[in-house]
């Protein structure tokens, strides 16, 4: 049996029917065609499908549809601003932060949180907020530079 939800994702007001088991992530790529969030694991180890949750970064794919109902879900299709890469993104380009870009959307929506939350995080502010994120192409470096970069780019 579906469930009517209805939740904001990237400022757009959604309205769909859903099934109580369908996972937030299963929602945004096959229900919205939202293909930027990513699935690796399924289980909650990778963090390639983070999104934003009412602010907070969350796995999706850990995440019913339903307890997404009423809240605001962002995710990296809603970083550009006018059509350009953010701060934050341009920063993972011009750092060569990534690679093949499996991580990257999660990385970005973590990073995002982080950098709400504290402009202007030390090193150790940043590996611990990405600790979630698993990366197997940079050695994670590069990300963490490509942060602490944008965190300097908005002071
Ligand atoms: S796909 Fe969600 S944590 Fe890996
Ligand atoms: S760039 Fe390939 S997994 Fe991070």
Redesign the pocket.
């Known amino acids: 049996m579906r469930r009517i939800i209805s939740l904001t994702v990237n400022g757009v007001v959604r309205e769909l029917a859903v099934e109580p088991r369908r996972t937030l992530?299963e929602l945004l790529r096959e229900d919205l065609g939202m293909t930027g969030t990513?699935?690796?694991?399924?289980?909650?180890?990778?963090?390639?499908?983070?999104v934003l949750l009412d602010g907070v970064a969350t796995?999706?794919?850990?995440t019913l549809a339903i307890q997404a109902d009423g809240c605001a879900v962002e995710t990296v299709e809603g970083l550009a601003e006018s059509g350009k890469l953010n701060s934050l993104q341009q920063a993972f380009v011009e750092r060569g932060a990534i690679q093949c870009g499996f991580c990257t959307p999660g990385m970005l929506m973590t990073a995002t949180e982080l950098l709400r939350c504290n402009r202007h995080p030390s090193e150790q502010d940043i590996r611990r907020a990405i600790s979630g994120n698993l990366c197997r192409c940079t050695g994670y470096q590069k990300i963490v530079e490509a942060i602490k970069a944008a965190s300097e780019d908005t002071a």
């Open positions: 992530l990513k699935r690796g694991c399924s289980i909650g180890d990778c963090g390639s499908c983070t796995f999706s794919c850990l």
